[in-house]
């Protein structure tokens, strides 16, 4: 739910990076950071455990430029991937704008990727939105190990509807940005239609 | 306009009675910094001594904290804690809940106190929570009556693509 304010003129937009446990959401984000101009970024956050999994969200705030007078701002969230971690994983998809699902590639996190989709669609519907309805991302991170599914298997189990699809590589970037790219077009385009 | 899918539309006139609320607040609870957020963790405005503040990053955590404190009400059959407070050693944080989804933080030392602070949020609550309504009302019939024209209609799609140049 994006927030437009005309009195400063600013546009805010929240974006959520969903997907199963270790897919590498919060790679994507630090990736984003390390990448972005200092006047253009504000503070990650990242509430994480001793180990580095997400317990809560990491959060990235983008300030991206103007369009038209106004200011753009993209708010970046991640959800914490691990199962039980679900009632956290609500809580941050409420007021989403666009979301990005980052699959696992890896073929031993095949039925992890297909579960945690089908629990974004749960949870979504529980809060009245519907995933095909929302400007929605697929990235098939981790392309480098040796070990991945052929991407025509990911994209029949994980894209039937054909929506933008980007192969990745959090950890050196590949493909990063071509996804935000995408989900932010996605959510400008949705506002451009108006009535929201 | 406050389902699930329809944006937060501020204008002009209601942010400057917003202020004038918390700017009057500020001062009738000697607070430091008063800032009100959306429960999505959008910041809608801040006054007081908010130079050396990351704003941004305060509001996300403060609706993170509303969240998860709201969820844990649900979990023990409460709809909501509607008022949290935390103390710390110099400064203390008062964060509640105004017309049901906005987010008001009073931040003070001890040149104030939390009953203090306490008895004039309520009052402010009051007022905010009418200037939300008219916000409501306004964004209702702009929508009824066709008007509410999206900033962006006009977009291209290359004014997007600069956005990544
Ligand atoms: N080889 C390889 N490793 C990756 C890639 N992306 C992420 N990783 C690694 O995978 C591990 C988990 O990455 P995170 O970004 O913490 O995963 P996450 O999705 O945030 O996990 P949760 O917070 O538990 O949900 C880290 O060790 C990353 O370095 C990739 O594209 N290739
Ligand atoms: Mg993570």
Do not use: W
Request: aromatic letters at 8%; a negative charge; one cysteine or more.
């Amino acid at each position: 739910m994006s927030f437009i304010n005309y009195a400063s003129r600013e546009i805010n937009c929240k974006i959520v990076y969903y997907g199963p446990g270790l897919c590498g959401k919060t790679t994507n984000l630090q990736f984003v950071y390390q990448k972005t101009a200092p006047e253009a970024k504000g503070k990650m956050i990242s509430l994480a455990t001793e180990t580095e999994r997400t317990l809560f969200f990491d959060f990235l705030p983008l300030a991206l430029g103007e369009i038209r007078g106004f200011k753009t701002r993209f708010h970046l969230y991640t959800v914490p991937g691990q199962v039980f971690y679900d009632a956290s994983r609500k809580l941050i998809l409420k007021g989403v704008d666009g979301v990005v699902f980052v699959a696992d590639s890896q073929e031993e996190r095949l039925d992890a990727n297909i579960e945690s989709l089908e629990n974004l669609k749960v949870n979504l519907e529980e809060q009245g939105y519907q995933l095909e309805k929302l400007p929605f991302v697929m990235q098939y991170n981790k392309r480098d190990l040796p070990n991945v599914s052929p991407l025509e298997e990911l994209r029949s189990l994980l894209n039937p509807t054909n929506v933008p699809e980007y192969e990745a590589c959090a950890t050196t970037g590949e493909g990063v940005f071509e996804t935000l790219k995408a989900v932010a077009k996605l959510i400008l385009i949705d506002l451009k239609k108006g009535g929201r | 306009m406050f389902g699930p899918q329809s944006s937060l539309v501020m204008y002009d006139e209601e942010l400057k009675r917003i202020n004038a609320t918390i700017e009057k607040l500020l001062r009738e609870a000697n607070a430091k910094v008063i800032f009100l957020v959306d429960k999505n963790g959008q910041l809608i405005t801040a006054v007081g001594e908010t130079e050396h503040l990351d704003t941004t990053s305060l509001a996300s955590l403060t609706a993170g904290n509303i969240a998860a404190t709201g969820g844990l009400a649900k979990l023990i059959g409460e709809k909501e804690f509607s008022i949290l407070f935390h103390e710390g050693e110099k400064d203390n944080l008062h964060i509640s809940i105004v017309a049901g989804r906005v987010i008001l933080v009073v931040i003070f030392d001890q040149r104030s106190s939390l009953g203090l602070v306490r008895l004039r949020v309520k009052k402010a609550s009051d007022e905010l929570g009418d200037i939300f309504q008219d916000l409501a009302k306004k964004a209702e019939d702009m929508e009824a009556g066709g008007e509410f024209q999206s900033p962006f209609a006009e977009i291209t799609d290359d004014d997007i693509d600069n956005l990544f140049s």
